[in-house]
């Protein structure tokens, strides 16, 4: 059964710093790419950043040069360090496995971490 759990969220003063965890269970993790999604409120969950299996990745432009996402495949986790934080990446944060052509996910949405930044 797949469960993606994530955490480390939490409050951040702007320009801040944080580190996200997502540590995923099954095989779901070893055979597809993972990306790092954020709804906030009143907004629709949207892509930040996503990770192939070869460790390609891609970046919504809001967060291009601030956020790094990296995979660890022995310990079947994906991390997300973001820097220089904003008010606007205000949002709960989700993993999920998906397909980076077709945007496809392949897992259940886990309970997310919440990022607040704010002064």
């Known amino acids: 059964q797949v469960q993606l759990v994530e955490s480390g969220g939490g409050l951040v003063q702007p320009g801040g710093s944080l580190r996200l965890s997502c540590a995923a269970s099954?095989?779901?993790?070893?055979?597809?790419?993972m990306g790092w999604y954020r709804q906030a409120p009143g907004k629709e969950r949207e892509l930040v950043a996503g990770?192939?299996?070869?460790?390609?990745?891609n970046y919504a432009d809001s967060v291009k040069g601030r956020f790094t996402i990296s995979r660890d495949n022995a310990k079947n986790t994906v991390y997300l360090q973001m820097n220089t934080l904003k008010p606007e990446d205000t949002a709960v944060y989700y993993c999920?496995?998906?397909?980076?052509?077709?945007?496809?996910?392949?897992?259940?949405w886990g309970q997310g971490t919440q990022v607040t930044v704010s002064s």
């Open positions: 099954g095989s779901i993790f070893s055979i597809h790419a």
């Open positions: 999920n496995a998906y397909d980076p052509a077709s945007d496809y996910l392949f897992g259940p």
């Open positions: 990770i192939t299996i070869g460790g390609r990745t």
